[in-house]
C-alpha cells in the first residue's frame, strides 16, 4: 500500500510541474488569446493537485509509523514469548536449642533466589539463576550481620535442555534435581541442591523415570577419577484413585566415595570416616517410597512413606521418613497443617546433601517436624516450622537434643 501511496505522488507532482512548466512556456501574446476561464480552470487544478499531494504525503506518514510501531510490538511479544524471568524471596528468623551448647543461637536470614529462562527454538532453552550464600551446596541462605555488609550472590543455575524426543527431556549443566521426592521432604536430597552433570526425565501417562550423574569433584589434579560422580535411577508409577492418586516407586544411587574425604570443607556430615579423615564406605543407596494424594473435607490430603539403605555399609546403614499434610497455603486465608518423622542413620546415604535443618544436617540424626503455613496471597504465605530433633548416637555415642523454630514470609514471582 505504501509503494502504491508513492506512484501516486510522484504521478501528481509530474502533473503538477508539466502544468507550471506549459504556463511558463506560454508567450505572452498567446496567453492573451486564452480565455480566461480556461486559466482559471488551469489553476483550480494545480491548487487541487497540491493539496492532494500534501494529504497523500500525511497518509503515507502515518502508514509507515503504523508499520514501525508493529513491528516493534512484534519484536517485543517476540522477547517476552522467548524469555520467562522467575524467583522468589523468604526471610526468615530462627532460634537453635543445641543440648551440646551452652545457650540458644538466634538469627535472621534471607534466601533470595533469580533466573532466566529461555526459549531457543529447535526444541533447546536454557536457564541461568542466581541465588544468595556461600558455597554450601545445600543451602542459599544468607545471614544478615556484619554492620549491613553486601552478601553474596552465587550461580545457582546453569544448564541446558533438549525435549525433542517424545516424552523426554535431556538437560546439561547445573540443573534443578529431576528426582521426585515423596511428599517434597528432603530425607535424601535438600531442596537446595543442585546437582551438576547431565539428566534424564521420561514420563509417559502414569510412568515416569529419572536418571542422573551429579559430579561431586570433576578436578582430577587431586583426586581419583574413579571417586567423584554420584549417579541415580529412579523408576515410578502413579495409579489412579476414585478421589485421588497413589504413587509407588523405587530408586538407585551409586557413589564410590571409599577412601576418598569428604567434597566438601573436608565435613563428613555425620558419615563415619577414618582417622585420616577419609570414608570407609561406599555408597550404594537403594529406595523405596509412596505417596497417597487424597481429598478431605474439600481440602488435599496427602500421605507419604520414605525408605532408603545403604548395600554396601555393615551397619547404621538405614533411614525412613513417613509424614502427613492436610489443606493448601495458597492464596488468601488459606491454610496448610503437616507433620514428618524420619530416623536417618550415619551410613544409610551420603550426608553432604540431605537436609541441612535436620538435627544440624547431613546423618546420624531422628525426629519430628512439625510445619503451619497460612495464605497471604495468590504468592505469598507465612510459614511456622519447629524441628524436634536428636543427634549424635553414632558419632558421639550418645543422642543430644536439638530444636529449631524457624518463622518464614515467603514470596515467589
Do not use: C
Not at 159 to 168: F, K, L, Q, R, S
Not at 174 to 197: M, S
Not at 249 to 264: C, E, L, Q, R, T
Not at 294 to 314: E, H, I, Q
Request: aromatic share 12%; charged share 25%.
Amino acid at each position: 500500500m505504501i509503494h502504491i501511496k508513492n506512484k501516486l505522488m510522484a504521478t501528481s507532482s509530474l502533473i503538477l510541474s508539466m502544468l507550471i512548466t506549459s504556463t511558463v512556456l506560454f508567450s505572452s501574446s498567446t496567453l492573451a488569446q486564452v480565455d480566461s476561464a480556461v486559466i482559471d480552470e488551469m489553476r483550480a487544478q494545480i491548487a487541487a493537485l497540491s493539496s492532494r499531494i500534501e494529504q497523500l504525503e500525511r497518509e503515507n506518514e502515518l502508514i509507515s509509523t503504523t508499520v514501525q510501531q508493529s513491528q516493534s510490538s512484534s519484536r517485543a511479544s517476540s522477547w517476552t514469548d522467548r524469555f520467562k524471568i522467575s524467583g522468589d524471596l523468604r526471610p526468615r528468623f530462627e532460634n537453635i536449642d543445641d543440648d551440646s551448647i551452652s545457650s540458644d543461637r538466634n538469627r535472621n536470614r534471607v534466601r533470595a533466589r533469580v533466573a532466566v529462562e529461555a526459549a531457543l527454538g529447535d526444541n533447546w532453552s536454557a536457564a541461568v539463576g542466581l541465588a544468595s550464600g556461600g558455597t554450601d551446596p545445600i543451602s542459599t541462605n544468607q545471614t544478615f550481620g556484619d554492620g549491613g555488609s553486601t552478601k553474596d550472590a552465587r550461580l545457582d543455575l546453569a544448564y541446558v535442555t533438549y525435549d525433542g524426543i517424545a516424552n523426554t527431556e535431556l538437560t546439561a549443566g547445573k540443573y534443578r534435581n529431576v528426582f521426585f521426592k515423596p511428599g517434597g521432604q528432603n530425607l535424601i536430597f535438600d531442596g537446595d541442591y543442585r546437582p551438576e552433570g547431565v539428566a534424564l526425565s521420561y514420563e509417559r501417562n502414569s510412568l515416569f523415570f529419572n536418571a542422573g550423574t551429579m559430579i561431586l569433584e570433576s578436578d582430577d589434579k587431586f583426586r581419583d577419577q574413579d571417586k567423584e560422580t554420584l549417579w541415580g535411577l529412579q523408576f515410578g508409577y502413579e495409579f489412579a484413585l476414585d478421589d485421588g492418586s497413589f504413587i509407588l516407586g523405587s530408586s538407585y544411587y551409586d557413589a564410590s566415595v571409599d577412601g576418598s574425604k569428604p567434597f566438601f570443607q573436608n565435613n563428613p556430615s555425620g558419615n563415619s570416616v577414618d582417622a585420616t579423615g577419609t570414608f570407609i564406605n561406599d555408597y550404594q543407596e537403594w529406595e523405596l517410597f509412596a505417596e497417597a494424594n487424597l481429598s478431605f473435607a474439600g481440602k488435599p490430603l496427602r500421605f507419604y512413606a520414605d525408605y532408603v539403605t545403604n548395600l554396601d555399609a555393615s551397619e547404621f546403614d538405614k533411614g525412613w521418613a513417613l509424614g502427613a499434610s492436610y489443606g493448601s497455603a495458597a492464596g488468601l486465608g488459606n491454610w496448610q497443617l503437616s507433620w514428618g518423622y524420619q530416623d536417618l542413620e550415619a551410613d544409610a546415604l551420603l550426608g553432604s546433601l540431605t537436609d541441612s535443618d535436620f538435627g544440624t544436617g547431613g546423618t546420624d540424626n531422628e525426629g519430628h517436624i512439625l510445619r503451619v503455613a497460612y495464605g497471604l496471597g495468590d504468592s505469598t504465605r507465612l510459614g511456622v516450622g519447629y524441628f524436634i530433633n536428636k543427634y549424635g548416637e553414632a558419632r558421639l555415642g550418645q543422642k543430644v537434643d536439638y530444636d529449631r523454630l524457624q518463622l518464614d514470609i515467603q514470596l515467589g514471582f
